[in-house]
């Protein structure tokens, strides 16, 4: 089955925003009710990795009854190979402190947070001259917010929203049971949206060009466009602005060396495509019609022919057994056992057929991991270990 | 009054005393003192009114928040997949090479720590590494030389 979906670029997040105000208070002007709906109908899902439908999330979050709620921007980036976050920061920021603010009139919260991580404090001098000239002109319009940043400490598992909550908590940044959802007891058990920076910079997007601006790049159920950091064996590693839905084939085709032998499609959490697989796998959410659709925070690693594959594996099992947070069984020693286990496979202290036993693991903790960590190590482990198996034994 | 106890006190003055206020409380003990010795958590725990238990499992948990004394440089090369492809490991026998010291150990004069850490979010630049909160990126040994010998002459 052959995807005939071309790659497609968009160029909207980084596009000049001098026009921020008009923005903000266009938006404004409009009821949450509108907005809300604008989001719904523009079919934006969270760009973080895991797809959240945004506009459910801002509607969850505002039908809460309490008078003290919260914003929050996600910028622990952390996901190997993604590093788009920083450079929206960097770039545009104030469209993302504007959409921080539409949200907070939509859901009724006078502060958002961004939650730094620790790697990026040079990031703070810029961003907080930002924040000042925004709070500034919020003041002017009479607009009741203000924005705080908090800084990470090195920490991968800080991305899981609500490890990030704990975290902002002065806790140890450990993820909480759900339900409770954060949209209705996040900080400080009070209603809270937390989206991914890129998320937000879309819904700027989508407040000044209406929905179906966005809802007409993609393709069904992956509407809009994304920023891809593409990294590894490519003659041209950056981010790209690039719409949902290409085929994987058209993405090696532009990015590729000439020689790629697979891509890691989501970071480590994500999932290993293999060259016989390029042209049935498309980039984008689940429940598309046709071939396999992969969900992505953006990070498009690419390997050739040059890597083994088991050095990558070992890669982000090391990864993961140093990021795991450590507070639930199957995740703590689930990645140990990962990382030692291939490893004597690899010295052949164990035989082959180890491999089985060790994929009946990531299945285990497919099932039983608390979050997302423990549980997506199964995507990386099973599409290497599947696909490249010979090369985990000799 | 012991100035480790009154950074501590400082810094609960500017950020408050609650809980959620532990993690900026840390990082600002961190960034004078480069490293939370286990006298600075207890007098976090005292001054916030907190078991030293609960400091410590925060402080602990947190990679860039060290317990261990440091140097004056922090030295963090990444080492998470791009930049291992991309050349890191001839980067680090670069730095251990010119220090003289292994990851994990601090010069004999406390100039430079030497660690590796996990993603830095520079894998179109990789090899990447950061100085304290400086990055650097598209290392090379010779380049890591210079940017080292530049530390030194500070």
């Keep these: 089955m052959t995807i005939s ?16 105000e008009d923005v903000l208070n266009k938006s404004i002007s409009c009821s949450a009710t509108e907005l809300i709906n604008e989001l719904i109908s523009s079919e934006l899902k969270g760009r973080g990795g895991a797809g959240f439908p945004t506009g459910l999330k801002w509607k969850l979050a505002a039908e809460v009854d309490e008078p003290t709620k919260y914003v929050i921007c996600n910028a622990d980036e952390g996901e190997p190979g993604t590093f788009k976050d920083r450079e929206i920061l960097t770039m545009v920021p104030f469209k993302v402190l504007t959409a921080m603010a539409v949200c907070g009139y939509v859901i009724g919260a006078k502060d958002g947070y961004i939650y730094l991580r620790g790697e990026y404090l040079f990031l703070l001098p810029e961003l907080n001259k930002a924040i000042r000239e925004f709070e500034y002109y919020c003041d002017e319009i009479k607009l009741d917010f203000r924005i705080h940043i908090f800084m990470g400490s090195g920490a991968y598992i800080c991305g899981e929203e609500t490890a990030l909550i704990e975290s902002m908590e002065g806790k140890r940044g450990e993820p909480r049971n759900k339900p409770p959802f954060p949209s209705n007891s996040g900080y400080m058990n009070k209603p809270t949206v937390i989206n991914n920076v890129e998320t937000l910079a879309h819904t700027y997007t989508i407040f000044k060009y209406g929905a179906k601006r966005f809802y007409d790049l993609g393709v069904q159920y992956s ?28 993405f090696v085709e532009e990015f590729g060396d000439g020689d790629t032998k697979a891509v890691q499609v989501g970071g480590a959490s ?21 071939g396999i659709s992969l969900p992505t925070g953006g990070s498009m690693m690419l390997f050739n022919s040059s890597r083994s594959m088991f050095n990558v594996l070992d890669n982000y099992l090391e990864f993961f057994r140093e990021e795991s947070c450590g507070q639930c ?46 549980q997506s190590v199964a995507n990386s482990f099973s599409s290497i270990v599947e696909n490249f198996r010979e090369e985990m034994i000799y | 009054m012991n100035p480790v106890s009154e950074l501590i006190k400082n810094l609960a003055d500017q950020h408050g005393r609650e809980r959620h206020n532990l993690l900026p409380i840390l990082q600002g003990v961190v960034e004078q003192e480069k490293y939370l010795s286990e006298f600075s958590m207890i007098e976090i725990a005292r001054e916030l009114g907190l078991p030293a238990s609960e400091v410590y499992g925060t402080a602990t948990f947190y990679s860039f928040l060290e317990h261990k004394k440091m140097g004056k440089y922090i030295i963090r090369i990444c080492k998470t997949i791009t930049c291992s492809m991309k050349g890191k490991n001839q980067v680090l026998l670069a730095i251990e090479d010119m220090l003289k010291i292994s990851v994990g150990e601090t010069t004999s004069d406390g100039t430079f720590s030497l660690l590796q850490t996990n993603c830095l979010g520079f894998c179109h630049k990789a090899p990447a590494m950061l100085v304290n909160n400086e990055v650097f990126t598209d290392l090379t040994p010779e380049k890591v030389r210079e940017i080292l010998s530049s530390y030194l002459k500070k």
């Design chain 1, 270 to 290: 994500g999932f290993l495509v293999p060259r016989k697989r390029f042209a049935e796998t498309a980039i984008g959410f689940q429940g598309k019609l046709t």
């Design chain 1, 329 to 374: 069984t199957p995740c703590r020693v689930g990645c140990q056992q990962l990382l030692m286990g291939i490893k004597a496979v690899k010295r052949g202290e164990k035989n082959a057929r180890y491999l089985d036993k060790l994929l009946r693991l990531t299945e285990t903790m497919k099932l039983t991991a608390k979050c997302g960590l423990g």
């Design chain 1, 223 to 250: 509407r809009g466009s994304k920023l891809f950091s593409v990294s590894g064996d490519t003659p041209k590693p950056g981010i790209y602005e690039l719409e949902l839905g290409m085929s994987l084939a058209d």
């Design chain 1, 5 to 20: 979906y071309q790659l497609k670029r968009a160029d909207f997040i980084f596009k000049n925003e001098n026009d921020w």
